[in-house]
């Protein structure tokens, strides 16, 4: 276990109650429950090195003033293999996170450098053969649809559930 100054950093997007609240009983329902720690998120960064927190405070609550709801669109299914994930689509997003990759650039694990393909995972480390079943019960049941995110958070990684550290509710005018 991580104390609290080693523990690295997680920034994830907000999505609307109602697509967090459907998405999270989906990875209830599907998720190994023995493996899941967590309810739906997107993850934009997956470890932002601990010492870090301060100024990750201060960069993220600038840009949740600056910005108005992001502009994201479900798309339907995403396979991962092992999992399955519900894809998003939000170039506004990825534009927000670029700002954010920028501002902590030379600071990035390898996995952090790459631009994510934005999702929300309901289902992993499953056999393949179990992703696929779930990928057909579920098909033509995740309609496309427009959302906004609402906001960014801020959580220290300690192997298990994540440690909340701060919500940063999107509330400018302008568009990253």
Known sequence: MSSAGEAPLIVTAQLPRDLHARF??????????????????VTLFHALPAMCEGEALTHLKRLATEFAPVAGQVEGLMPLGGGTAIKLHS????A??????????????????????LHVTIQNKVTGKEAKALQAALAGTIAPQAFAFRGIELFRYRGGPWEPVKAFAFRGKGAP
């Open 24 to 41: 999270t009983a989906l990875r209830t329902a599907h998720f190994p429950p023995e493996r899941n720690y967590l309810e739906a998120h």
């Open 91 to 94: 170039p506004d997003m990825l």
């Open 96 to 117: 927000l996170r670029s700002m954010i990759a920028e501002h902590f650039r030379g600071m990035l694990t390898q996995q952090d450098q790459h631009i994510p393909r």
